[in-house]
């Protein structure tokens, strides 16, 4: 069984550039979560897509936008990047038909904009 | 909303102590609880979890119990080694719609030996 994988691992960035991320899923899951994690903090939720559509969304802007392939890939597409982007992105996979809906995560991106 | 304080860090013990991290969380219905692990340069690895009042979460010695009464799940282990120096994450879902993680701030935890 594949875990989460993500690409790239490291990114470097300047303000006003736009970045996008990829997440591979869990085999067998089919909705996948985006975190922003800020250095010495917790994970925040950025949105969740359940086969294709945006399924929730935390309180982050709309240039930061998402998409889920019909593999259940995703991407998280960030536009006119600031400074406090700067971030480990994680995303997290699970089955939505399961009780609990445990989510399993990927390593991350480490994404540094100057 | 809902939200989750843990005890702050770092917290740094000798091999073989006992460990105990707070957290205590605030949400309306009825959350199920996590404690997620993340080792350096890693993710988050899922720990253990614990879906309903009274239920207790265990895994690699580490044990929470869910307090509904006082809404808490802090996590306990009875004799820590230094692999298990990482950073500690208490979590909660809701039941509902996206079911999305809210996180407390991490208690960064490190073991002498």
């Known amino acids: 069984e594949t875990g989460v994988t993500q690409s790239p691992t490291h990114l470097i960035k300047t303000r006003g550039q736009q970045v996008t991320l990829r997440c591979s899923s869990q085999s067998g899951h089919n909705t996948v979560s985006w975190y922003q994690q800020a250095l010495g903090q917790g994970p925040q939720f950025i949105f969740q897509?359940?086969?294709?559509?945006?399924?929730g969304r935390g309180n982050f802007p709309p240039r930061f936008s998402g998409l889920q392939f019909p593999n259940y890939s995703s991407e998280l597409n960030v536009n006119a990047l600031e400074l406090d982007d700067s971030a480990l992105y994680l995303c997290?996979?699970?089955?939505?038909?399961?009780?609990?809906?445990?989510?399993?995560f990927g390593p991350g991106t480490r994404l540094t904009v100057l | 909303g809902d939200s989750v304080t843990q005890m702050e860090g770092p917290v740094t013990l000798s091999e073989e102590a006992c460990l105990t991290i707070n957290c205590t969380y605030t949400a309306t219905g009825y959350p199920s609880l996590f404690w997620y692990v993340q080792y350096p340069g890693e993710g988050l690895q899922l720990l253990l979890k614990?879906?309903?009042?009274?239920d207790k979460g265990s895994n690699k010695g580490f044990e929470a119990t869910y307090r509904k009464e006082t809404t808490s799940f802090h996590l306990e282990k009875g004799s820590v080694q230094v692999s298990d120096s990482a950073v500690y994450f208490c979590?909660?879902?809701?039941?509902?719609?996206?079911?999305?993680?809210?996180f407390g701030q991490g208690t960064r935890l490190t073991i002498n030996p």
């Open positions: 979590a909660l879902s809701d039941r509902g719609g996206a079911q999305k993680l809210v």
């Open positions: 997290a996979s699970s089955n939505s038909g399961r009780a609990h809906n445990e989510q399993f």
């Open positions: 897509y359940y086969r294709e559509e945006e399924n």
């Open positions: 614990a879906t309903k009042a009274d």
